[in-house]
């Protein structure tokens, strides 16, 4: 039976990189309804980007019990009476898109029958700037999918209501990772903040130049501390794969001495920062909701595969070489109001739709319908079958046959292979496939 407003609320979330457990294991706080306790078990979906515990450390949020599961191994701890699992109140899906479509069709199935079921909740860590239609009809079929602004959510629904899909599910909220004090004045050191994305710009060009664009803003102004903001190290991976890291790139630099490389919570990063500046990290809006004076780069375009075409109309578009003469952004308000950056305060009520959705959908007579996502074998026989079986799913979201045991861990013998399959994985993609990218190039 799923708790009451004034229990434990039992909440799992299944992410699949450090970024996506950040905004699933906070979501599934803002969410749950007012004066409800919280259980939280984490899992991690075991691929590419599954987070180290570096990186779990980093994003600073902390679960009841956290493991790493395959999806059919996740399957089996949600199904009805599973052995040694607990029932869920409410389950956050905090992956990519196909991997949403996989477990909303295995979850499908394996609460067939079952007279009671969690409520499902997905939606998007950040902007949405690519892939719109195709990550959204790939969410549907989740109880609530949520847009972080209002101009997403009017989006969303757009979609939807465009292909015949039920749109009632869409739930306008807000980012969960915004918060901290506002910006009051200049610091000592005045700081100025890069902070840098995996795989935007992706090449060794592009990402040299804006390394060198850092270097020259950092001799040009040496009062400044001038940070170079990373979001991991070396062999680590975040939701997007990272060929070029800028540390390898800085080893072969010279760098003034008041520009450093910096790790840890972004948050923290900000409590300290003057000016942010990014091509178009989700770091802009956490900077804006703060009040920080904030620059979107517009030095190698204003693009749809930058990502920063999404600021046009913000006033926060400008190039280094303004920056480097003194200029200072000023946001368009009527757009930060669109984008669920809550300056105005209204923040905390941000996400009072969903929490009264969820305990409506908690307190549903008899439970709830079954999943009922847009995508079937009926609908989309070419496609959907593909999707399902990279997580070892057939048509129908049964598992595979030789799909991974989830009744019991993995020996030494395959932790260890498992462990050089994603180094070698890891290797491949930051050494191997850059070379023969160039090698293709000549």
Known sequence: MPASATKTLRVAVLADSDTRWKWGALTAQRVAPAGAGIRLDGYLLRGRATPTARQLTEVGVRADSLREVTAVEFLRAMAPGAAGEEPCDVLVLALVGGGVQAVLHGLKRAWQGAGRRPVVVTGYVGVVYEKLADGL???????????????????????????????????????????????????????????????????????????????????????????????????????????????????????????????????????????????????????????????????????????????????????WDQLDAGHRPVPEEDWVARQGVATGGSYATA????????????????????????????????????????????????????????????????????????????HGVQRVAPVIRRMGEL
Request: proline share 8%.
């Open 137 to 319: 009809l790939l969410r549907h079929g989740a109880d609530l999918v949520l847009a972080n602004s209002r101009q997403d959510a009017e989006r969303f629904r757009a979609v939807y209501e465009g292909v015949g899909a039920d749109a009632s599910a869409v739930t306008e909220v807000a980012l969960p990772f915004l918060g901290g004090a506002a910006y009051t004045g200049a610091h000592d050191p005045y700081t100025v903040v890069f902070a840098a994305q995996p795989s935007v710009p992706e090449s060794r060009r592009d990402r040299a130049y804006l390394l060198e664009r850092l270097i020259r803003h950092a001799r040009l102004h040496p009062g400044r501390e001038v940070l170079l903001k990373l979001r991991s190290r070396p062999g680590e991976h975040t939701t997007h794969i990272e060929e070029v890291p800028y540390q390898k790139l800085a080893q072969r630099a010279a760098l003034p001495p008041n520009l450093r490389l910096v790790y840890g919570h972004m948050g923290e990063v900000l409590d300290r920062t003057d000016l942010l500046v990014t091509v178009s990290s989700t770091a802009a809006l956490e900077a804006l909701h703060r009040r920080i004076p904030t620059v979107v780069l517009t030095d190698l375009g204003v693009r749809e595969t930058l990502g920063n075409h999404h600021f046009t109309g913000s006033g926060c578009l400008a190039s």
């Open 351 to 426: 996400f009072d739709t969903a929490r009264e959705r969820i305990g409506e959908l908690l307190r549903a007579p008899g439970g709830l319908p079954a999943l009922d996502p847009y995508y079937t074998p009926g609908t989309a026989p070419g496609y959907l079958p593909g999707l399902l079986a990279r997580h070892h799913l057939g048509p129908d979201g049964a598992p595979l046959p030789g799909a991974p045991a989830a009744d019991r861990g993995p020996g030494p013998v395959r932790q260890i292979v498992r462990r050089a399959a994603r180094g070698a994985y890891r």
